[in-house]
């Protein structure tokens, strides 16, 4: 839904950009009959009022601030949540478990984060400890 939400929501500039093309060419149907029906029958499929009904319902189920998205993990996020709270019960039930499950990872990325942080500081002190003693030895 996201993707033909953005797709309707060209379709009035394609078909601006596609009669522009059509008087720039010159397009008359005694010229090239295939290509100027083709471009007509395109222009009247992108201006049908239609869409206008379709892109009007799909605005009704899908959050404001929802769009299609190319990244995949971005795409899975608006995926989850395009559609508004409360239109669905059971998809309310699995957002609430994807977030979750995404608190859940992220603490478990914390804590590994921390873990290695305290093993380098360890690291680091194992480190100094065995610079005294070796200069100490050498000192003597």
């Known amino acids: 839904m996201l993707f033909l939400k953005e797709a309707i929501k060209v379709s009035e500039s394609l078909a601006e950009i596609l009669l522009q093309l059509q008087s720039e060419f010159d397009l008359e149907e005694s010229d090239d009959y295939s290509a100027h029906t083709m471009i007509a029958t395109t222009i009247d499929n992108l201006t049908n009022p239609s869409l206008k009904k379709i892109e009007s319902d799909i605005s009704q189920l899908l959050a404001v601030n929802s769009q299609f998205l190319k990244a995949p993990y971005e795409w899975r996020y608006q995926e989850c949540f395009a559609i508004i709270r409360g239109y669905d019960g059971k998809l ?21 984060c921390f873990s290695q942080i305290k093993i380098y500081a360890y690291l680091v002190n194992i480190v100094s400890l065995l610079k005294n003693i070796h200069e100490k030895r050498d000192f003597l």
Request: no cysteine; charged share 25%; hydrophobic share 50%.
């Open 92 to 112: 309310d039930v699995l957002r609430q478990t994807y977030m979750e499950g995404v608190d859940e990872m992220n603490q478990v990325i914390m804590v590994l």
